[in-house]
Nanobody
Framework: QVQLVESGGGSVQPGESLTLSCTAS????????VGWFRQVPGKEREAVAV???????TYTDSAKGRFTISRDGSKNALYLEMNKLQPEDTAMYYC????????????????????WGQGTQVTVSS
């Protein structure tokens, strides 16, 4: 059983930064694709960034140039550094792990991730 716990969310003003953290239980973290997703009430959950077992990231358009995803296998930890935050970044942010597939390619689609954290809220407002 895998448990994912996010932290680091909060309320910031436009242009400010936040770093989200996710700590995972379980022994397979370093061998799995993991990623950050976000969801606004009334909308579907969407990918922000995912990272493969070699540390190679894939960003969606909303994150490119502003966000950086990273992982630390020794700590079973996943991070998302978010810079130049904008009101449209306001959402609940979730970390997720794909424990089913093996290989180097990590999908940015929600159905491919079978474990999810409870989420951490990010609010960007002036």
């Amino acid at each position: 059983q895998v448990q994912l716990v996010e932290s680091g969310g909060g309320s910031v003003q436009p242009g400010e930064s936040l770093t989200l953290s996710c700590t995972a239980s379980g022994s397979g973290f370093s061998r799995h694709c993991v990623g950050w997703f976000r969801q606004v009430p009334g909308k579907e959950r969407e990918a922000v960034a995912v990272i493969d077992t070699n540390g190679r990231p894939t960003y969606t358009d909303s994150a490119k140039g502003r966000f950086t995803i990273s992982r630390d296998g020794s700590k079973n930890a996943l991070y998302l550094e978010m810079n130049k935050l904008q009101p449209e970044d306001t959402a609940m942010y979730y970390c997720a792990e794909d424990t089913i597939r093996v290989g180097d390619y990590c999908y940015t689609l929600v159905p491919f991730y079978n474990y999810w954290g409870q989420g951490t809220q990010v609010t960007v407002s002036s």
